[in-house]
């Protein structure tokens, strides 16, 4: 009777360590991965970042640099060879809206003010340049039926220019994150280029980035012929 008791209780230790084995192996290795994933910056789903706000619209570039702290360094300073010229890409789109600002309501992503000067060969600023922005939004995702984070300006009296958008977010095809933008001086040519950021740099392309807390602050100077 002793045996027959003995043998019961071995039994009843062999199952339950088959199951507990068992238990410990099913956890879905999605569970496992999430714990461990480590999102870089630029590559976070708007969707675990706020909307960007929206601020005033300034009266002049005068009123945007000084609301926002700004300062440019002398044109010269900021003159380092002609801008490369780089494909236009499959999602351009003509005829977009004149405006200095990229952000929507409701638009999610990390903010981003872009500024910089267009100057020519003689590092001399160019007025009246017309550039033309276009990008992805924070998914990595175009518009392509309508003007969303797309636009172009004109460089005022100083050969100045500022942009307010997103950062661009990366897409299977392209995994690296960039900005389009056409430069046409006032009675010149006109180049098509591509902007960089320093995580993944390309020489001559790549913004330089002061994180202002709230916002990302790049400059960002272009050199053309005229």
């Avoid at 929507?104 to 160019?126: A, F, H, K, S, W």
């Amino acid at each position: 009777m002793r045996k027959v008791f003995a043998i019961f209780i071995v039994l009843g230790m062999l199952t339950a360590c088959t199951e507990t084995q068992t238990s410990a192996t099913s956890i879905p290795s999605e569970t496992l991965n999430a714990s461990t994933s480590t999102p870089e910056l630029g590559t976070v789903s708007p969707a675990s970042t706020p909307a960007v706000e929206l601020s005033p619209v300034p009266s002049s570039n005068d009123d945007f640099f000084t609301q926002n702290s700004i300062t440019l360094p002398a044109p010269n300073e900021a003159c380092n060879g002609f801008t490369q010229t780089q494909t236009e890409g499959p999602y351009y789109r003509a005829d977009t809206p004149e405006r200095t600002s990229l952000l929507e309501e409701g638009m999610q992503g990390t903010r981003l003010i872009l500024v910089g000067y267009v100057l020519d060969q003689n590092c001399q600023p160019l007025p009246n340049t017309w550039l033309d922005f276009w990008q992805a939004d924070a998914n990595g995702e175009y518009d392509n039926t309508g003007y969303r984070l797309r636009g172009h300006q004109f460089t005022d009296a100083l050969g100045r220019y500022h942009l307010e958008t997103i950062l661009p977010g990366l897409y299977a095809s392209r995994p690296i994150e960039h900005i389009h933008v056409k430069v046409r001086p006032e009675g010149g040519n006109e180049i098509t280029s591509q902007l960089y950021f320093p995580e993944q740099s390309v020489e001559g392309l790549t913004i330089t980035i002061e994180d202002r807390v709230d916002y990302l602050l790049g400059f960002f100077s272009f050199v053309v012929q005229k």
